[in-house]
């Protein structure tokens, strides 16, 4: 190479010195320096692909501390500055001492510089950027990722658009994909930061990702992830600490409430509990655990006072989490208490207390309990939520255990020749999230299976959109006026 350039710079010299007209002269210059400058770009092109091949893997290993398989499907293009284009590449991984390929990747370019141009051996690789790959994550490799994050990123781009992330479980079973937009991994040094940026989409859901590890700063490392569609921001702030073990604060905006949680994470356990020191004389209260191996989360969360028929509503974020299916996940196991000591704009229920719980991907609401402390309790089992043509309902069954019915009958301002005494009403119900429409398939009451009549009177409450008490309170005297006893 060195000697093609040596001829080539005297073969100009030896031109230029032959013309005398400087018109001539100045126009053969700017000939021959386009010449020069396209055969400077164009060199590379007749690089021989295996080595090209040879000498890129071993510089991205080099450079990247990447694992690259490249095919020799290779180009070379100068626009909008000198880079290969390999088709078909890979990507692996060692963790816990094992190879294994993390990602597919379609298009690949390969960013060069100008420096040591002509020697071959000397080419340096200035940027990646990674098109349409595909990902395949298991849960154990977010550890290795993890430990990845603590250690300083390469201080080059490594850009990824329009490319997929496969989550896997250890099955090899596809449990979720998400999409990336954008993203983009280095290492500032001035700043002595870590930084990834992540733009995507789950579930239809847009959401906004990064994370920044600080060198200087205790080995901070925070991260961000929003979602505008589900008025969700999290921030997290986390530092290690003795014996391998980390805490941190996470602060939680969602659904126009805002939470603080400090936490930490010994070995395969995050154990959490809300920070009472960031809130003056908060509302709510709650601690939990989350395991990843198997995935278990527990939480109790307790509300001096909230209004029970937010929960109801599946028009709100939580509405579009149901919709998305996301929860019905075999490899889930979740169990969630709600209490409500004091319920918000609920004329019928002076308090709750709301179970939810996911076992390997089946959802129920469980030992839900609504409270009237001077009439009784209203308590769901055998219930079940799932998916059904575009809908979700939710089969179960209600139990109402009837402490004092002289309460009942005055609540309802019941008319004195229909109120026979009652001791508990079971009752089989359809209720589905979506068009929010109840349906009683099945009653009884002190054990008396009733008659088709009484369950069209209570199916005329089946729109608990248009839910109305006063509507409530005439639906319930007729059921009593036509209920035997």
């Not at 509300?303 to 989490?321: A, H, M, Y």
């Not at 209600?398 to 008319?415: E, G, P, R, Y």
């Amino acid at each position: 190479m060195k000697q093609i350039v040596k001829y080539f710079n005297s073969l100009v010299e030896k031109t230029l010195f032959k013309l005398k007209n400087k018109t001539n002269y100045f126009l053969l210059s700017f000939i021959f320096s386009i010449l020069f400058y396209l055969s400077y770009l164009l060199i590379p092109s007749f690089y021989n692909k295996t080595w090209v091949k040879n000498i890129l893997e071993n510089k991205l290993k080099e450079d990247f501390k990447i694992d690259f398989i490249l095919s020799n499907d290779i180009s070379y293009n100068i626009f909008p500055s000198p880079h290969f284009h390999i088709k078909k590449s890979k990507i692996f991984i060692t963790n816990n001492e094992k190879k294994k390929e993390l990602s597919e990747i379609k298009r690949l370019k390969i960013y060069i510089g100008q420096k040591n141009y002509f020697q071959k051996e000397k080419i340096s690789v200035n940027e990646i950027l990674i098109s349409n790959a595909n990902f395949s994550i298991q849960g154990t490799d977010i550890k290795f990722f993890n430990k990845i994050s603590h250690k300083k990123f390469v201080d080059k781009n490594i850009r990824v658009n329009n490319s997929n992330i496969f989550f896997k479980d250890n099955q090899n079973e596809t449990m979720a994909i998400a999409k990336i937009k954008f993203a983009s991994l280095f290492y500032d040094d001035p700043k002595k930061l870590n930084i990834f940026d992540l733009k995507g989409e789950v579930f239809n859901i847009p959401f906004d990702f990064s994370l920044n590890k600080n060198f200087t700063l205790n080995n901070l490392k925070e991260i961000n992830f929003k979602s505008k569609k589900l008025k969700l921001n999290i921030n997290d702030k986390s530092e290690k600490i003795l014996n391998n073990r980390t805490k941190g604060i996470n602060t939680l905006s969602f659904l126009n409430t805002v939470a603080v949680t400090k936490y930490s994470v010994d070995k395969k356990v995050i154990s959490f509990e809300f920070d009472k020191s960031k809130i003056k004389n908060p509302n709510r209260e709650y601690r939990g655990i989350l395991s990843f191996e198997p995935f278990e989360f527990k939480m109790n969360l307790n509300f001096k006072k909230f209004d029970l028929f937010k929960l109801l509503d599946f028009d709100s974020p939580l509405g579009e989490l149901f919709r998305s299916k996301l929860l019905f996940n075999e490899n889930l196991n979740t169990n969630i208490s709600i209490n409500i000591g004091s319920n918000v704009n609920d004329e019928i229920f002076t308090s709750s207390e709301v179970k939810f719980n996911i076992v390997n991907g089946a959802i129920n609401f469980d030992k839900t309990k609504l409270t009237n402390k001077k009439i009784g309790l209203l308590e769901i089992s055998n219930s079940k939520l799932y998916s059904e043509n575009n809908n979700l309902i939710l089969n179960g069954d209600i139990m109402i255990d009837i402490k004092n019915s002289d309460k009942l009958f005055s609540f309802f301002q019941t008319s004195k020749k229909f109120r026979k005494p009652i001791k508990d009403i079971l009752i089989n119900f359809d209720y589905d999230l979506i068009s929010r429409k109840l349906t009683i398939n099945r009653i009884k009451i002190d054990g008396n299976e009733n008659n088709n009549e009484i369950i069209d009177i209570i199916n005329e409450t089946s729109d608990i959109e248009k839910y109305n008490l006063n509507k409530t309170k005439r639906v319930i005297n007729k059921l009593f006026s036509v209920y035997a006893g």
